[in-house]
């Protein structure tokens, strides 16, 4: 047992407004992950994507990508991702769902008993911190923001065994992660990626600024040119940079209409910059009757 724990998370400093250090952390995704990720073509592609509660990563190794590095701010996403990756490679489909799903056994120690030997010391720790404060552990989780939540998808990768024991064979025995904040995170990565997901990240950045057009514009000048030109794969290369919940005509918002006009100027330049801004409507993750949008650039697009 580990029982002075530190918290890693102590020494980050965060630019986001939402996020931080004490919260809790994210077990399943909020977002149709498998909506958008599935539009594209992941099929021996490089990733760079949000860890968050490893939803992103699971779905991109699911539909076919060669690697993934994941990134984080709050640093225990990445036991939870550890433990998800353990758990689909030699966990039975039936006992994960018990062990997420099912109040009665949600973190039943014996359903990952023959895995334990196999955690790192991080997940170790997060573990016994999380078994050491009895019933008032289950706060250092949500799902989608909530305490507990089941949402059916039939396209996610943990919707029926025949996924799940496919993704199992697929991933590695390790996740690549980074403890770090969004900001400046172009100087933390070498590689250049084909696919760069970053969720809903830019909701909580630039509080400051209260026109939408004009926080899309700062995200854009500060975080995604640069990660676009240092990290992104000349041609085709996409960065999703907002997943907006809940657009439907009567709900279309500040954002979306930022977006429009956003798309509207940086598309009109295509043919200079070779950068084109799209978006997806998706069955929505919280609502039956809106859609969820996915809005995303692809740098010098290759025509056939
Ligand atoms: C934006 S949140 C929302 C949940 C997300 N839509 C999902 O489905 O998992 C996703 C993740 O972003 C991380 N995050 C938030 N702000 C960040 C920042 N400034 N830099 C790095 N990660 C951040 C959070 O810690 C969280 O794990």
């Known amino acids: 047992m580990f029982t ?5 998370n ?16 994210f077990l399943f995704s909020n977002e149709n992950v498998a909506g ?45 991702m550890e433990l998800k990756n ?13 062990f997420f799903f099912d109040d009665a ?9 023959p895995i334990i030997p196999m955690f790192s010391m991080s997940l170790r720790m997060f573990m016994d911190l999380y078994y050491s404060m009895g019933s008032a552990g289950r706060k250092l989780f949500v799902y989608n923001g909530k305490s507990n939540f089941l ?12 996924k799940y024991d496919a993704l199992g064979i697929e991933l590695p025995k390790k996740i690549s992660f980074t403890h ?41 000048h500060h975080t995604i040119l640069p990660l676009a030109a240092n990290n992104l794969a000349t041609e085709n290369g996409t960065i999703v940079m907002e997943y907006l919940w809940g657009n439907s005509a009567s709900t279309r918002g500040g954002m979306w209409n930022a977006w429009e006009e956003f ?14 801004m799209r978006n997806m409507f998706l069955k929505a993750m919280l609502s039956l009757t809106n859609r969820d949008n996915v809005l995303y650039m692809t740098q010098n697009i290759k025509t056939k």
């Open 4 to 8: 002075k724990l530190p918290d890693f």
């Open 10 to 25: 102590k020494e980050t400093v965060c630019s986001s407004d939402g996020y931080h250090k004490e919260l809790p952390a």
């Open 36 to 80: 958008y990720i599935s539009q594209f073509d992941m099929k021996g592609k490089t990733v760079l994507t949000v860890g968050a509660s490893g939803d992103h990563l699971f779905e991109c190794y699911a539909h076919g990508a060669k690697h993934v590095d994941t990134f984080d701010i709050n640093y225990r996403q990445k036991p939870i």
């Open 86 to 98: 353990l758990m689909i490679q030699h966990v039975p489909y039936e006992d994960f769902l018990e």
């Open 105 to 113: 056994n949600f973190f039943n120690p014996q359903i990952i008993e």
């Open 151 to 162: 949402a059916q998808y039939d396209n996610k990768y943990y919707s029926n065994q025949f």
């Open 180 to 220: 770090t904040d969004i900001t400046g995170i172009s100087a933390h990565f070498t590689r250049k990626y084909d696919y760069i997901f970053l969720s809903n990240i830019f909701d909580f950045q630039h509080h400051e600024i209260t026109d939408s057009y004009q926080a899309l514009e700062h995200f854009y």
């Open 263 to 276: 798309s509207d100027k940086h598309n009109n330049k295509t043919h200079a910059t070779g950068i084109q």
